[in-house]
Antibody
Framework: QVQLVQSGAEVKKPGASVKVSCKASGYTFTSYYMHWVRQAPGQGLEWMGIINPSGGSTSYAQKFQGRVTMTRDTSTSTVYMELSSLRSEDTAVYYC????????????WGQGTLVTVSS | QSVLTQPPSASVTPGQRVTISCSGSSSNIGSNTVNWYQQLPGTAPKLLIYSNNQRPSGVPDRFSGSKSGTSASLAISGLQSEDEADYYCAAWDDSLSGSVVFGGGTKLTVL
């Protein structure tokens, strides 16, 4: 079945960058879009952006424009989300979530990666 | 401040029915389908309802969704203790360059 496995927790200092990976299995990697969604402690879900693994095109939420970069490696069926200029407010669990090309919903989701930004 | 508006919490006793609302606008719910996600404590969100009212395989028929105009609702009947979770509505938004917007989430407590 479709499965998304994310990289482990990270601790970063303010101003640094973090790169989170999401490895897909169980389907044709280039057939599903991949989204990134984050959740700050005790807060709701926040959409960050989308990458099309087929051609690598991306679209980011306005809030993260200029700070986020989403890439993919088709040889390993892995997508990456890099967030730069980290600040304490970026402390959150970051999820990848897949979307089949013709539908609007996310299924499945990765297990989440906790990124802690602290000096 | 979330684009879609949900009540922050709801409390129900086992066996009863609860409805969670999700209010949006013409650019999101008004022109796109609504999906619902369930997030059990300490876990990743899971798809619960898609395309306004469709249940994925494995989701009990106690869960149902509906949409009217710029609002949507999630109903859960015959509540069970394992239904205690956070529930989020989501939709694409045409006014935000093809972004996805979420509700702020509703924490459901089964008393």
């Amino acid at each position: 079945q479709v499965q998304l496995v994310q990289s482990g927790a990270e601790v970063k200092k303010p101003g640094a960058s973090v790169k989170v990976s999401c490895k897909a299995s169980g389907y044709t990697f280039t057939s599903y879009y991949m989204h990134w969604v984050r959740q700050a402690p005790g807060q709701g879900l926040e959409w960050m952006g989308i990458i099309n693994p087929s051609g690598g095109s991306t679209s980011y939420a306005q809030k993260f424009q200029g700070r986020v970069t989403m890439t993919r490696d088709t040889s390993t069926s892995t997508v990456y989300m890099e967030l730069s200029s980290l600040r304490s407010e970026d402390t959150a669990v970051y999820y990848c979530a897949s979307q089949s090309g013709l539908v609007s919903w996310f299924d499945p989701w990765g297990q989440g990666t906790l990124v802690t930004v602290s000096s | 401040q979330s684009v879609l508006t949900q009540p922050p919490s709801a409390s129900v006793t086992p066996g009863q029915r609860v409805t969670i609302s999700c209010s949006g606008s013409s650019s999101n719910i008004g022109s796109n389908t609504v999906n619902w996600y369930q997030q059990l404590p300490g876990t990743a969100p899971k798809l619960l309802i898609y395309s306004n009212n469709q249940r994925p395989s494995g989701v009990p028929d106690r869960f149902s969704g509906s949409k009217s105009g710029t609002s949507a609702s999630l109903a859960i009947s015959g509540l069970q203790s394992e239904d205690e979770a956070d529930y989020y509505c989501a939709a694409w938004d045409d006014s935000l360059s093809g972004s996805v917007v979420f509700g702020g989430g509703t924490k459901l407590t089964v008393l």
